[in-house]
């Protein structure tokens, strides 16, 4: 079991029935899934970068990214409808927990000048999007095999009700936000 889940559990639950006051320890909010894609402009028409872009997906995840097609044609992007726009891939159980484990404790930290996640990131229905410039920062990443750099986003999704359980509920996880 990975060590994030055992602290949700043992500490994560507790703290936050005794901050909201729930009844149940099953009405407490949890993280529901992880969503990580990458976009891809019109400009980026290479198959050569779809290719970075999936094998850089499949290595940070450990999954086959899916790809995100345009639902409409839209002149001044360029883009067509059915055309790719985008890979993602969606994190459930298990490797979701790994994911955020390692999302915390060693991708954060190899970003270049962080100083924490802004709470205003967290949005009304408690959801939190992190985005990175360079998918470098992540450790299946090496640095000297990357041809194209590319960015990517990280959405973390949980069943909070608002923004205030959601963001009590990623602190107790130990995501590093700046202090206010």
């Known amino acids: 079991m990975a060590r994030l889940k055992e ?21 407490v909010p949890r993280v529901t899934k992880a969503v990580i894609n990458v976009g891809i402009s019109a400009k980026n028409n290479d198959p050569k970068f779809f290719e970075t872009a999936e094998s850089s997906l499949r290595r940070i995840t450990g999954q086959k990214p899916v790809r995100t097609l345009a639902k409409k044609s839209i002149s001044n992007f360029k883009i067509r409808k059915n055309m790719t726009v985008g890979m ?14 390692k999302l915390i404790n060693v991708t954060l930290a ?42 990517l986003e990280v959405t973390v999704v949980t069943n909070a009700c608002s923004r205030e359980e959601s963001l009590a509920l990623l602190k107790q996880l130990g995501f590093p936000f700046i202090k206010n």
């Open 7 to 27: 602290r949700y559990k043992k500490i994560a639950v507790p703290a936050l029935i005794k901050e909201f006051g729930y009844k149940n320890h099953l009405s």
């Open 88 to 101: 993602m891939v969606t994190l459930r159980g298990e490797r979701l927990y790994s994911f955020l484990e």
């Open 110 to 151: 190899r970003v270049r000048d962080f100083r924490g996640l802004s709470p205003k990131s967290v949005d009304s229905r408690g959801n939190l999007t992190i985005g990175f410039r360079e998918h470098v920062a992540f450790p299946e990443i090496r640095s000297d095999e990357v041809e194209r750099v590319h960015g």
